[in-house]
T-cell receptor, first 117, second 115 residues
Framework: AQTVTQSQPEMSVQEAETVTLSCTYDTSESDYYLFWYKQPPSRQMILVIRQEAYKQQNATENRFSVNFQKAAKSFSLKISDSQLGDAAMYFCAHGDRSGGSNYKLTFGKGTLLTVNP | NAGVMQNPRHLVRRRGQEARLRCSPMKGHSHVYWYRQLPEEGLKFMVYLQKENIIDESGMPKERFSAEFPKEGPSILRIQQVVRGDSAAYFC?????????????FGEGSRLTVL
């Protein structure tokens, strides 16, 4: 079974600074995806970024980028130039690509990010 | 284009009562998923439905829980004879028939409190 671990229950960052959220995972599969989801106070979860395990290049979406270390099973999220609107709960998630069950995501417990003005 | 709509947003039930949670997927989405978030936990998959079909219910508790997605109307997650341990946030997600892995569109969730 897959597991996803987020070791930082809470993090804080000053506006305009950079913050990195940690995530490690465990899986026996070789073909999978990793995700970071954001859950703002309104509570609708939004997909922030997705990484395909077979791609060595780290995914980037504007101010959000990941550091994917496949051998170490590590998948951290870096938020650059933090904005007040980035304040949210961030969930790391894993999804298998094979077996036809790619909708069955495994989530970590989340990291609550506070952005200080 | 409205997002995934869930209602009620908050539901309070006493032990032994029934809870019904509704989910209307995004327009054009025919796949619905239910996830549960227990306090201090990440979301956990419960069930995957398409219109009139349960595709995968491997995450559903064996008793008291059921889900449906009828031809017309929203998907419904039904919990009979609720217990305190059912208190959680229940999230519905939807996706179109063909979508990238993991690209699920979530609703705002329904928070169930069992007294």
């Amino acid at each position: 079974a897959q597991t996803v671990t987020q070791s930082q229950p809470e993090m804080s960052v000053q506006e305009a600074e950079t913050v990195t959220l940690s995530c490690t995972y465990d899986t026996s599969e070789s073909d999978y995806y990793l995700f970071w989801y954001k859950q703002p106070p309104s509570r609708q979860m939004i997909l922030v970024i997705r990484q395909e395990a077979y791609k060595q290049q780290n995914a980037t979406e504007n101010r959000f980028s990941v550091n994917f270390q496949k051998a170490a099973k590590s998948f951290s999220l870096k938020i650059s130039d933090s904005q007040l609107g980035d304040a949210a709960m961030y969930f790391c998630a894993h999804g298998d690509r094979s077996g036809g069950s790619n909708y069955k995501l495994t989530f970590g417990k989340g990291t609550l990010l506070t952005v200080n003005p | 284009n409205a997002g995934v709509m869930q209602n009620p947003r908050h539901l309070v039930r006493r032990r032994g009562q029934e809870a019904r949670l509704r989910c209307s997927p995004m327009k054009g989405h025919s796949h619905v998923y239910w996830y549960r978030q227990l306090p201090e936990e990440g979301l956990k998959f419960m069930v995957y439905l398409q219109k009139e079909n349960i595709i995968d219910e491997s995450g559903m508790p064996k008793e008291r829980f059921s889900a449906e997605f009828p031809k017309e109307g929203p998907s419904i997650l039904r919990i009979q004879q609720v217990v305190r341990g059912d208190s959680a946030a229940y999230f519905c997600a939807s996706s179109p028939p063909v979508s990238p892995v993991g690209e699920l569109f979530f609703g705002e969730g329904s928070r169930l409190t069992v007294l």
